[in-house]
């Protein structure tokens, strides 16, 4: 597995296992869950968060930067969208030394989060963008 893919597939276990929603690639999230995905996110439930990676900052070292951003969606309450938000900054903000799956983070915090609006249903979105910074292994990377 990538070190993107290892790093997003860890996250979302690891926000499984914050309670802050299901993260199952290959399950059907039911209508009344919070569903963690990778990418795309469905039309349903109405709960949801896509996790997309991008890198901050690659050097000729293995120590790295990759941003995740975290589009989430909460249906029309507003409360509902700040407390998914506020569940996602609990469980990843200020985090130290942990695995998400075979990558190690040293640390990671909340960069910047904007609500964007309603989508075509008038559901609230909003996203956050956090930092990891890892090591991030290369065949031309110094060690």
Do not use: C, K
């Not at 070292?61 to 700040?82: E, H, K, L, Y």
């Not at 200020?94 to 983070?105: L, P, W």
């Amino acid at each position: 597995m990538s070190y993107t893919s290892s790093l997003l597939d860890g996250i979302g276990g690891l926000l499984q296992e914050a309670a802050v929603g299901i993260y199952s690639p290959d399950a059907v999230i039911g209508p009344d869950a919070t569903g963690i995905f990778r990418g795309v996110v469905p039309d349903e439930p109405d709960r949801a968060i896509g996790m997309t990676a991008y890198p901050v900052a690659d050097d000729d070292t293995t120590n790295a930067i990759t941003g995740v951003q975290f589009r989430m969606r909460a249906g029309r309450d507003p409360d509902a969208i700040d407390d998914l938000a506020d569940a996602v900054f609990d469980a990843l903000h200020n985090r130290q030394h942990y695995q998400a799956g075979s990558v190690h983070v040293a640390l990671s915090w909340r960069q910047s989060q904007a609500w964007i609006g309603q989508d075509a249903h008038g559901r609230m979105e909003l996203t956050s963008n956090f930092y990891f910074r890892t090591v991030r292994s290369g065949p031309h990377l110094i060690d």
